[in-house]
C-alpha cells in the first residue's frame, strides 16, 4: 500500500488521537505565542479605559455554564480592568446561572484580588426574567426592576444604589453573552433608545453576527470566544487560563486544517483515477 492509499485509508482512531495529543502536548510543553490584539478587543478595553473613576459601569451576566470556558475568561479580565480603575460595578443577569456565575467572578476579582467593599464598589442584582422587557424597564427604573440584591437585601440599603435611578446613572453597558436576551437586545434598547455605550463579550460561534453593530458603532467594542479573552488578558497585563489555552487551540487548529487539507487532495487524486479508469 502506497502513501496515497494510507492516506485515503487513515483510520478515525488515529484522527482522535492527533487531535488529543494537540490539545494535550502545548498543555504540558511551555509554548509562547504571540497575541495580536484585534480593533474590537482594543475598542472595548479604551472605552472602559476612558471612564473617570466611580463612573457606574452595568455588567449583564447572560450565560450559563456550558459556555463558561469562553466567556468566563474574558469577565474576569474585564473586572480587573474595571476595578483597576476604580470603577463600580452594577452586575445583573437575563440567564438564570448568570447570578451565581457572577457571584464567583466577584469571589475571585473583586474579593480576593483588589479587596472591593460590596454594596460600595460592586453589587449583585441577581437574576430577572423577561429580556428584551427587562431592559425596557430598566431605562425608567432600576429598582423598581431590582428591589433587591442576590440575596434578597434591599438595594436601598447599599451606597452604591443611592444615586442610581435608571440608565441616567450608567456610563457603560457590558453584557457577556452566550445567546438571547443577549448583546443584540441592550443594543435594541440601552444603545438605540437611551444612548448608551454598550460592549459586549460572547462565544466565537457568536460573534460574526455583531460585527455590523461594531461597523455602524453601535457597540463600542467586542471580545469573541477565547481569542477575545486572551487578547483582553493580553492588554490588562494579567495571563490568565485564556492565553494558557492559545498554544492548544493554534495547533488542534492547524491539525484540523492539515486533515482537511489531506482529505481534499485524496478526493481529486480518487476522482481522477476513476476518470482514467473509465
Known amino acids: ?20 495529543l494537540s490539545v494535550l502536548i502545548p498543555l504540558f510543553v511551555p509554548i509562547k505565542l504571540r497575541i495580536h490584539v ?17 463612573s457606574n459601569v452595568l455588567m449583564a451576566f447572560d450565560y450559563g455554564p456550558s459556555t ?18 476604580d470603577l463600580k460595578v452594577i452586575a445583573m443577569a437575563l440567564w438564570p446561572e448568570g ?11 473583586a474579593e480576593d484580588e483588589f479587596h472591593k467593599l460590596y454594596g460600595v464598589d460592586y453589587i449583585n442584582l441577581g437574576f430577572k426574567a423577561g429580556g428584551l422587557v427587562v431592559i ?27 444615586k442610581v435611578k435608571n440608565f441616567d446613572e450608567i456610563e457603560m453597558i ?21 444612548q448608551k455605550k454598550v460592549g459586549g463579550g460572547c462565544t466565537a460561534v457568536s ?30 497585563k494579567h495571563p490568565g487560563s485564556a492565553i494558557k489555552a492559545m498554544p492548544s487551540q493554534a495547533l488542534s487548529h492547524a491539525v484540523i486544517i492539515i486533515l482537511i487539507l489531506i482529505g481534499n487532495i485524496t478526493f481529486f487524486v480518487e476522482r481522477r483515477r476513476s476518470r482514467k479508469q473509465g
Open 1 to 20: 500500500m502506497n502513501l496515497f492509499d494510507r492516506l485515503k485509508n487513515i483510520d478515525r482512531r488515529t484522527i482522535f488521537v492527533l487531535i488529543a
Open 38 to 54: 484585534s480593533p474590537p478587543a482594543q475598542g472595548l478595553y479604551d472605552a472602559i479605559d476612558r471612564l473617570p473613576p466611580g
Open 68 to 85: 463558561m470556558p469562553e466567556v468566563y475568561p474574558m469577565t474576569l479580565a474585564i473586572l480587573r480592568h474595571v476595578f483597576s480603575k
Open 99 to 109: 447570578a451565581s456565575i457572577a457571584q464567583d467572578a466577584f469571589k475571585t476579582v
Open 136 to 162: 425596557q424597564a430598566m431605562g425608567t427604573s432600576i429598582p423598581a426592576i431590582f428591589p433587591t440584591d442576590q440575596a434578597g437585601r434591599p438595594v436601598e440599603e447599599f451606597p452604591i444604589m443611592k
Open 174 to 194: 457590558v453584557d457577556l453573552s452566550a445567546g438571547d436576551p443577549g448583546i443584540r437586545h441592550w443594543v435594541m434598547i440601552a444603545q438605540a433608545r437611551y
Open 207 to 236: 460573534a460574526p453576527a455583531f460585527y455590523p453593530y461594531l461597523q455602524t458603532g453601535q457597540l463600542v467594542g467586542l471580545l469573541g470566544g477565547l481569542m477575545g479573552a486572551a487578547e483582553y488578558e493580553a492588554l490588562v
